[in-house]
């Protein structure tokens, strides 16, 4: 086998040297180091291969040397992955520190991050984190993004640059988006409130701000306590921008518990302050570590303005989610159905979980009554409903399920209406569609994206003209739960707690913790808290919107929709 490597004969010499490699023959590494260096690409390659089966340090140099020269990216990776095979940190080191060549100091660096002996550490990376040298640059902080746990080592790093005078937007924003990768290291968390504390421009402020919330959405699982002081100042700001980016930080992640008090304290007074943005005041409620037990009449007013027709999908949205959770008395409820009254079918839902404290008849029925009242009670659901009605009395429950049964239709009442709805929605106008599209009343945009904008809760919509037929866009809308779409199936999580969370799973690949797109945002859930996950049967998206629309914003809808079979 070893004199079939000199084979004159191309095939037989790829035929030795792979069977060198399966057999691991020591003895044959000089005659592959010698096919390495002069054999074809295809020679090479398999030679690489089977040195990096053999596992003899000697065939480092080589290896590296080749690295240096222009390669395919198939032979790239077979000599970067012989270097890694042979697994020697301090032949690949000596190699590398020699190296003349970019290349060669890659495919080095790289073996040395990924080897099961690997020594490597920050130090020699940080230098090479602004190299002159684009190929050098893209590795170490190729290498560096793998390496979450060098924050501290990096801090230094981040804070020199910032601070640079001559420093650009452009590679400011650069910076801090690498910041993100170590986010949950102490000292990055420093580094960005002391930055955030010294900006000297809103620029400056509304980038950082940016970057914390990047990492408070990915990295952190509660705010860290030295961000609390300059988010708090942010947030009091009287720039309406700078007071914005700052509310999305505090409500990405909950404040720490020992914090949370005068944390939740701070968020109430800027909640009170009329002179701010509802926006700005519903956000901060939103932010609170508990929802809110009592509330008295300017909070009350608040709240109700927020779930008003005429706000916008954001505020109405932020609104309903509080009076979801939070805690009313009798006349607050009495009150309270009067929005149930004209709330739209994103709110409603939230809006009914709140009379689930009550108990009293007069309560429940003044529920009932404003619901049959309502322009949205076919978005009704009776998973939704039922648990709400289940302490009230017999009457309230009788009620209840009168209202389900007039709004409930078996599939053939489906089939029918859809047949019979069809053809009065024909000749529709893109452009009035795409209005309808982004209208408040229905707001698809807030869950559905077309090109670039839009939310990501529901399926992309850019091509959904190419795959769906007229019919089965128009029984998407008109009832979303009759199929989804793949990778977009509901399930139902059930925690220790007792709380139950309805979404689509964005993320389940995570070791400690799935994240769940619901029908308000995101919710991350440790694994160790959940006790029962299941596939659901309800859509995220409310049933009935079609009552919320005329024929011809119906027909104009359609036609916006089929017309994305080109593109957005």
Request: aromatic share 4%; proline share 6%.
């Amino acid at each position: 086998m070893r004199r079939a490597l000199n084979d004159r004969d191309e095939s037989v010499r790829h035929a030795a040297i792979h069977s060198a490699g399966l057999s691991r023959d020591i003895g044959a590494v000089p005659g592959l180091s010698q096919a390495l260096k002069t054999g074809s690409p295809a020679i090479q390659r398999v030679a690489a291969e089977a040195l990096g089966r053999a596992g003899d340090p000697r065939a480092v140099p080589d290896l590296v040397a080749l690295a240096g020269s222009p390669l395919d990216r198939v032979l790239e990776h077979s000599v970067t992955y012989a270097l890694i095979e042979i697994n020697n940190p301090a032949a690949t080191s000596d190699a590398a520190s020699r190296a003349t060549s970019s290349r060669s100091k890659r495919a080095a660096l790289i073996a040395l991050d990924q080897m099961d002996n690997s020594t490597l550490a920050a130090q020699p990376i940080i230098p090479l984190l602004d190299s002159g040298d684009p190929v050098l640059k893209e590795t170490a902080w190729w290498i560096a993004g793998h390496h979450p746990d060098w924050g501290s080592a990096l801090a230094g790093f981040f804070s020199s640059r910032l601070a640079r005078p001559s420093i650009g937007p452009a590679e400011r924003v650069e910076l801090e988006q690498k910041l993100t990768l170590f986010g949950d290291s102490a000292a990055v968390q420093q580094l960005l409130a002391s930055t955030l504390e010294r900006a000297s421009s809103q620029h400056d402020t509304l980038s950082i701000l940016r970057t914390m919330a990047a990492i408070a959405r990915t990295r952190i699982k509660t705010l860290p306590t030295l961000w609390m002081s300059p988010l708090l100042r942010a947030l009091s700001s009287g720039d309406a921008e700078t007071a914005s980016a700052s509310m999305s930080v505090v409500r990405a992640v909950p404040a720490a518990k020992d914090a949370a008090p005068g944390f939740n304290a701070s968020l109430l007074r800027v909640a009170r302050d009329e002179s701010r943005p509802i926006e700005i005041r519903l956000g901060a409620l939103a932010a609170m570590t508990e929802p809110l037990t009592s509330v008295d009449p300017p909070l009350f007013s608040l709240l109700r303005t927020g779930v008003e027709p005429g706000q916008s999908i954001s505020v109405r949205s932020t609104a309903a989610a509080i009076v979801e959770k939070a805690t009313f008395d009798r006349a607050q409820l009495s009150t309270l159905t009067s929005s149930l009254r004209t709330a739209g079918p994103l709110e409603l839902p939230r809006l009914l979980r709140a009379f689930g404290s009550a108990t009293d008849e007069a309560t429940g029925l003044a529920m009932i009554a404003a619901l049959n009242q309502s322009a949205a009670r076919s978005t009704v659901r009776a998973d939704v409903l039922r648990p709400i009605v289940a302490k009230y009395p017999d009457s309230v429950r009788q009620a209840a399920n009168t209202l389900l049964a007039s709004v409930t239709q078996d599939a053939a009442d489906q089939l029918r209406r859809l047949e019979a709805l069809l053809p009065t929605i024909q000749g529709g106008d893109v452009v009035r569609g795409q209005a309808v599209f982004n209208n408040p009343k229905v707001a698809c945009y807030s869950c559905h994206a077309i090109g670039y904008m839009g939310g990501r809760i529901g399926p992309d919509l850019t091509r959904i003209g190419q795959v769906r037929s007229e019919r089965d866009l128009l029984e998407a809308i008109a009832y979303p739960s009759a199929s989804f779409a793949r990778g977009y199936e509901p399930v139902v999580v059930k925690t220790r707690s007792g709380q139950v969370y309805t979404g689509v799973l964005r993320n389940n690949d995570l070791p400690d913790e799935i994240v769940l797109a619901t029908e308000r945002d995101e919710a991350r859930i440790l694994r160790r808290d959940i006790t029962e996950m299941q596939p659901g049967t309800v859509s995220l998206m409310p049933p009935g919107l079609v009552d919320q629309l005329t024929r011809q914003e119906l027909a104009d809808l359609l036609a916006f929709l089929k017309a994305t079979r080109s593109g957005a």
